[in-house]
């Protein structure tokens, strides 16, 4: 690449990143576990949602590449790095191949894990134009509608691991090659999801909707973690049980 190419690139990358603002999103769930209002926070370094209703918020750090769920009313901090999650559910799929297929059953597996992405049309939401998405893996279903002008602030590698993760936390049952590429089929998707309805088998559907959305900066302290609260690491426990064989 030429000098002044390179420079050219070089400089609508710096603007594209000068760009990128911080942004608050205001949703509202319905579903087992998922009532009520919701904040979520988008900075250049993290994402974090907030969920009155039941006490339990959700942290993303994705210069760190770590996870959070925090429970206000246990005062319990839990956290996964995507390095450990990642690792632990590579090893679930890979010690699931060498199990009967009755026993992948009894673990959770053995199911149907091909995925499927589907874009289903337009629809407009707050006024912006959203892609509808449907991605199916088995009986769960999941549909997105995503704004692709609505970028995530966040370094877009990092964004697109936490995509494939994203739906494995806390799930290491024997669907972990299945999750896997679920994943992998929403990372792909562009924009920020305005509207979600998940259907999960035994536990029903999910739906969240934004009802306002906010551009702009985000003090600080809103990414702070509280202080006194015991931390455990979920992610390192995870690895290590697997390691064990258990």
């Known amino acids: 690449m030429k000098a002044p190419m390179r420079l050219a690139v070089l400089l609508l990358l710096a603007s594209l990143s000068a760009l990128a603002t911080d942004l608050t999103l205001t949703m509202t769930g319905t579903g ?26 959700s942290m993303v750090d994705f210069e ?13 901090i839990q956290q996964i790095s995507w390095d450990d999650l990642e690792a632990s559910m590579e090893a679930m799929a890979d010690k699931m191949k060498d199990l009967p297929v009755f026993a992948q059953k009894l673990m959770g597996g053995g199911g149907d894990t091909t995925v499927t992405a589907e874009e289903q049309g337009m629809e407009t939401i707050l006024g912006r134009k959203c892609k509808k998405w449907k991605i199916t893996m088995g009986k769960m279903v999941l549909e997105s509608s995503n704004d692709p002008s609505l970028k995530p602030p966040v370094p877009a590698i990092s964004y697109k691991r936490f995509m494939k993760l994203k739906n494995t936390i806390g799930q290491m049952g024997g669907n972990s090659a299945g999750m896997l590429k679920l994943g992998e089929e929403l990372a792909k998707v562009q924009g920020i999801a305005l509207r979600t309805h998940t259907v999960l088998p035994f536990v029903g559907d999910l739906t969240s909707v934004a009802t306002a959305i906010k551009e702009g900066p985000i003090p600080a302290a809103t990414f702070s973690l509280p202080e006194g609260y015991k931390v455990e690491d979920t992610g390192k426990k995870m690895r290590e049980s697997m390691a064990k064989g258990r």
């Open 32 to 57: 087992k576990g998922h009532d009520g209002e919701q904040t979520q926070y988008w900075s250049s370094k993290f994402m974090r949602t907030n969920n009155g209703a039941s006490q339990t918020d």
């Open 64 to 76: 760190k590449g770590v996870s959070y769920t925090i429970d206000h009313k246990k005062k319990l």
